[in-house]
C-alpha cells in the first residue's frame, strides 16, 4: 500500500531558486492538502484542495503555489525560495473534506534553503 | 476558527507507566476529535478518533474520551512502552470546511 507518496524526500536550495514538490495518492481521495512542519509551531496549512479542479488557501499561503494536477497529484511550488521556508512538508488526502474523516500523510520533504 | 491547546513536552516517562496527554479544544457546532502519532522520520498516523460527545476512541492500548462539557480529550495508556516514543498531536474538525487544526505537539520519551 503506497498511500500518499513525496518526492523528493530532502532537498536543499539556495535563496531565490524555485522548486516543486510532487504528491500523489492512490487511495481515490477527493481531497488533498499541503502544511508546513516547524520546530514548536505544529501543522500548519498551507493550501487544500477539496476536490479536483479546486485550490485554496489556508493558514500561511504567502510564497507559495499549488496545482491539482488530476485527482492522484497535487504540487507545491516555491518560485523564488526564502531561508524562512526551511521546513518540513507535509503532503495528505482524506476522502472529503467532511467531518470525522482523518487525514492520511505522505512521509514528508525536508527542505533546507540557505 | 477553531483552536486545539496540548501540554508541552517532551514528557518522559519509564516504561510501563501511565500516560496522560491533556488536550483542549475550541471550536463552533458538533467537532471531530482526532489524535494523531508521528514516529521519527515519518508522516503523522491517525492513531484514534471520537465523532459525538461521549464516544471513546481507542487503538494499541490508547484511549482518549469526548468530553463536551469540558471541551477536552486527553489521550490516556496505562502502561507505556518504549516503542510508544513519538510526537503526538491532538487536532480538530468542525464548520462548513472541516479542515482539522492540530495542537502545536506533545513529545513522549519513554526509558527502558
Known amino acids: 500500500n503506497a498511500g500518499v507518496t513525496q518526492t523528493p524526500k530532502f532537498q536543499v536550495l539556495k535563496t531565490g531558486q524555485s522548486m516543486t514538490l510532487q504528491c500523489a495518492q492512490d487511495?481515490?481521495?477527493?481531497?488533498m492538502y499541503w502544511y508546513r512542519q516547524d520546530p514548536g509551531m505544529g501543522l500548519r496549512l498551507i493550501y487544500y484542495?477539496?476536490?479536483?479542479?479546486?485550490?485554496d488557501k489556508g493558514e500561511v499561503p504567502n510564497g507559495y503555489n499549488v496545482s491539482r494536477l488530476n485527482k492522484r497529484e497535487f504540487s507545491l511550488r516555491l518560485e523564488s525560495a526564502a531561508p524562512s521556508q526551511t521546513s518540513v512538508y507535509f503532503c495528505?488526502?482524506?476522502?472529503?473534506?467532511?467531518?470525522?474523516?482523518?487525514?492520511?500523510f505522505g512521509d514528508g520533504t525536508r527542505l533546507s534553503i540557505l | 476558527g477553531d483552536s486545539v491547546t496540548q501540554m508541552e513536552g517532551p514528557v518522559t516517562l519509564s516504561e510501563e507507566a501511565f500516560l496522560t496527554i491533556n488536550c483542549t479544544y475550541t471550536?463552533?457546532?458538533?467537532?471531530?476529535l482526532f489524535w494523531y502519532v508521528q514516529y521519527p522520520g515519518e508522516g503523522l498516523q491517525l492513531l484514534l478518533k471520537?465523532?459525538?460527545?461521549?464516544d471513546k476512541g481507542s487503538n494499541k492500548g490508547f484511549e482518549a474520551t469526548y468530553r463536551k462539557e469540558t471541551t477536552s480529550f486527553h489521550l490516556e495508556k496505562g502502561s507505556v512502552q518504549v516503542s510508544d516514543s513519538a510526537v503526538y498531536f491532538c487536532?480538530?474538525?468542525?464548520?462548513?470546511?472541516?479542515?482539522?487544526?492540530f495542537g502545536r505537539g506533545t513529545s513522549l520519551i519513554v526509558h527502558p
Open positions: 495528505a488526502s482524506s476522502p472529503t473534506t467532511g467531518g470525522g474523516q482523518p487525514q492520511h
Open positions: 487511495m481515490n481521495h477527493n481531497s
Open positions: 484542495s477539496a476536490s479536483e479542479g479546486t485550490t
Open positions: 471550536a463552533t457546532g458538533y467537532p471531530s
Open positions: 471520537a465523532t459525538k460527545a461521549d
Open positions: 487536532a480538530v474538525s468542525s464548520g462548513g470546511s472541516y479542515i482539522p487544526t
